[in-house]
């Protein structure tokens, strides 16, 4: 079975500054990779996903990510941070089945960003 | 339209009481997903419908029931829940068939069970 480790469960970081949050994903034959945000009551939005061709995903609000076959690892990055940008954030792997999708989703990362 | 609208958006409900949960979403997707999370922890996977057929049940207990209408519809009744069924309920939908797909998800319901 597919399982994903991030490891940081929580990341603080100033406004403006940088971000890199953590995936590491077990290595299969197909790996297909999804990062999805969820703010305080809210249910969770696709950032980006990973299914093949470039190994460098750009995705929505400033968002991307680049896959790592040698590494198995799926960082998700961010130039310069807003406040807005605080959320918990998952990275999950599917596992393609006939007919649908089983997501199987790290446990997550809390980014805190402050003034 | 890619949205997915859960109601309602908050409940409670004593032990003994029955309720329902409603997804619906129009979007022409034929698999839907209920999934159950946690305070601070990630989203685990309850039910999954293809083409309005129950696929998954990740051994839940049986006082959580779905039913999938048709396909623009699921629903969760709730019969006789325990205090730590309190949680919030995802439902999500995407496109199926061969290929991979993005799951869209609603905001989810608030359940507390008292």
């Known amino acids: 079975a597919q399982s994903v480790t991030q490891l940081d469960s929580q990341v603080p970081v100033f406004e403006e500054a940088p971000v890199e949050l953590r995936c590491n994903y077990s290595?299969?034959?197909?790996?297909?990779l999804f990062w999805y945000v969820q703010y305080p009551n809210q249910g969770l939005q696709l950032l980006l996903k990973y299914l093949s061709g470039s190994t460098l995903v750009k995705g929505i609000n400033g968002f991307e990510a680049e896959f790592n076959k040698s590494q198995t690892s799926f960082h998700l990055r961010k130039p310069s941070v807003h406040i807005s940008d605080t959320a918990e954030y998952f990275c999950a792997v599917s596992e393609e089945e006939t007919g649908f999708q089983k997501l199987v989703f790290g446990t997550g990362t809390r980014l805190l960003v402050s003034p | 339209d890619t949205e997915v609208t859960q109601t309602p958006k908050h409940l409670v409900m004593g032990m003994t009481n029955k309720k329902s949960l409603k997804c619906e979403q129009h979007m022409g997707h034929r698999a839907m997903y209920w999934y159950k999370q946690k305070a601070k922890k990630p989203p685990e996977l309850m039910f999954v419908y293809s083409y309005e057929k129950l696929s998954i049940n990740e051994s839940v207990p049986s006082r959580f029931s779905p039913e999938c209408p048709n396909s623009s519809l699921l629903n969760l009744h709730l019969h006789a829940l325990q205090p730590e069924d309190s949680a919030l309920y995802l439902c999500?939908?995407?496109?199926?068939?061969?290929?991979?797909?993005?799951?869209?998800f609603g905001p989810g319901t608030r359940l507390t069970v008292t």
């Open positions: 290595s299969s034959v197909s790996v297909y």
């Open positions: 999500a939908s995407s496109s199926s068939g061969t290929g991979v797909y993005e799951q869209y």
